[in-house]
């Protein structure tokens, strides 16, 4: 946990970026033969950088073809993001 007005360090961004790859990997892993993969849209950490979120996204969703990205939102509002 990091306080919101810290910013994060380089153990904390590998961090992040290792639990994106194990993501990946599970994915890859139960869905290899899906044609579409949904999940939902990860919500960028509050003391990250932009690039190093979209790094993040790329880490997580990296060789997957066919993604649905679901974000969440107020009940009976839904926003859709599509990876392709």
Do not use: R
């Amino acid at each position: 946990f990091v306080p919101e007005n810290e910013v994060l360090d380089s153990q904390q961004l590998f961090l992040l970026k290792e639990t994106a790859q194990k993501f990946n990997t599970i994915i890859q892993h139960h869905s290899s033969s899906a044609s579409l993969v949904v999940t939902h849209l990860p919500l960028p950490h509050k003391v990250s950088k932009s690039n190093e979120f979209l790094e993040y996204v790329d880490i997580m969703f990296k060789d997957i073809d066919n993604m649905l990205l679901i974000q969440y939102s107020t009940p009976g509002v839904e926003y859709l993001t599509t990876v392709a």
